[in-house]
């Protein structure tokens, strides 16, 4: 059975929704981030960062969200969740890699000094300069999509799912309001049968 080790609305969601399309049974350990559960001699075993996700899959022990992500899809190939050519691989990394450092991190760098950080480290004016950033990151995924289905050819990709978490972090920012194609692609994904729980749905449940 496979265990991923976290709790929603982090990004095992990403993890959670590439389980869910494949039809792949897993556990669930939740792990609190706030109450310091990740820093646990048993967690850190896993993953030294005190970070999640955790996918433990037999001996495979793998972290990084995107990157247990290629594994699942690469395992499962007949999901046909990697594409076929070199080329349009080549394009599904680019833009994982550009949703990871170019949008997602200003989005952290938010969190960071909105309620992360303890009040007297976080600094308010660098919130403003990373939306000010994710906005201008957002605007050239909007571009892209404009005559787009997927993020890659003509079916749903690891990129597609990497994307739809990632601006669903945005939506809950309040920064795709300059990115009607994006909003429209977001609740394309979220309306897919395997979609996983949303950010927003992910505090409801802690805070219920």
Known sequence: MIKLYGTPPTRVIRVMWLLNELGLEYEIHHVDLLKGEAQREDFLALNPTAKVPVLVD??????????????????????GFIPDSLEERA????????????????????????????????????VELAKQECREMVSVLERHMEDRDFIVGNRPSVADFNAA????????????????????????????????????????AMEG
């Open 58 to 79: 037999g001996d495979l022990v793998l972290t990084e969200s995107a990157a247990i992500q290629l594994y699942l899809a690469e395992k499962y190939p007949q999901a």
């Open 91 to 126: 394009q599904m990394y680019r833009w994982i890699f550009f949703l990871m450092t170019e949008i997602e991190q200003p989005l952290w760098r938010i969190s960071r000094h909105t309620f992360l950080y303890p009040e007297n480290k976080r600094l308010p004016q660098d």
């Open 165 to 204: 978490y990632t601006l669903d972090w945005v939506n809950t920012e309040a920064l795709l309001d300059a990115a009607p194609r994006l909003r429209e692609y977001l609740k394309t994904m979220y309306a897919r049968p395997a979609a996983p729980i949303t950010i927003a749905e992910g505090f409801a």
